[in-house]
């Protein structure tokens, strides 16, 4: 099945640093979204994005809706420890029947 | 915490058999969805049920097939199983809302 382009696959930064993590997508969606996946959980959202060049807070975190409709960042600022986990990007095209179509994850790892 | 729980948490079955997993949302969430998520992969979306009709689906066979139940249950069924079925099964429960909350998943191991 389709997956979004995400990069970079993994991090490795001190406690801290500020991040940054992109996705990209050769076709359009109306709606990006930001989740958190912990081992043993599901997904958890973080950021949700509906119009095209919007940027959105959450705390440490900001992510934008690309301008195209066919990408989307994520920084998180002054990373800490419980930032470790795996970030995933996700699109939806239409209002809702179609189902998120995911990146395959950004894998943040924070050395003391 | 988001309010939808998955049953098992693990599962193991052989090839050929069948398999049905749980699903309970968050009360008043209407819309479930289910996604398949291999190892090192995002999730995929098999399909998805609004007041117990499927009403979107995925790239996946009609293997994959689901229920959904009035009182916000739902089951995700898969038949003669293939040893790539193999993954973690999530299940995202949606009110009149966009946010989609997911459970935990229940991984299956298919030897």
């Known amino acids: 099945g389709q997956q979004l382009n995400q990069s970079p696959q993994s991090m490795f930064i001190q406690e801290g640093e500020d991040v940054s993590m992109n996705c990209t997508s050769s076709?359009?969606?109306?709606?990006w979204l930001w989740y958190k996946q912990d081992p043993g959980e599901g997904p958890v959202l973080l950021i949700a994005l509906y119009k095209a060049g919007e940027l959105t807070s959450n705390g440490r975190l900001t992510a934008q809706f690309g301008i195209t409709r066919k990408d989307s960042f994520l920084n998180i600022s002054a990373s800490i420890p419980s930032d470790v986990g795996i970030y995933f990007c996700?699109?939806?095209?239409?209002?809702?029947?179609?189902?998120?179509?995911f990146g395959k994850g950004t894998h943040l790892i924070i050395q003391p | 915490e988001t309010g939808v729980t998955q049953s098992p948490t693990h599962l193991i079955k052989t090839r050929g058999q069948q398999v049905t997993l749980r699903c309970s949302s968050q009360s008043g969430h209407n819309t479930v969805s289910w996604y398949q998520q291999a190892l090192g992969q995002g999730p995929q979306f098999i399909f998805q049920y609004y007041r117990e009709e499927e009403n979107g689906r995925g790239n996946f066979p009609p293997r994959f097939s689901g229920l959904q139940f009035p009182n916000y249950s739902s089951e995700l069924n898969v038949n003669a199983l293939e040893l790539d079925d193999s993954a973690l099964y999530l299940c995202?429960?949606?009110?009149?809302?966009?946010?989609?909350?997911f459970g935990p998943g229940t991984r299956l191991l298919v030897l």
């Open positions: 996700a699109g939806q095209l239409g209002g809702g029947a179609d189902g998120l179509t």
């Open positions: 995202a429960s949606r009110g009149t809302g966009e946010t989609q909350y």
């Open positions: 076709s359009i969606f109306n709606t």
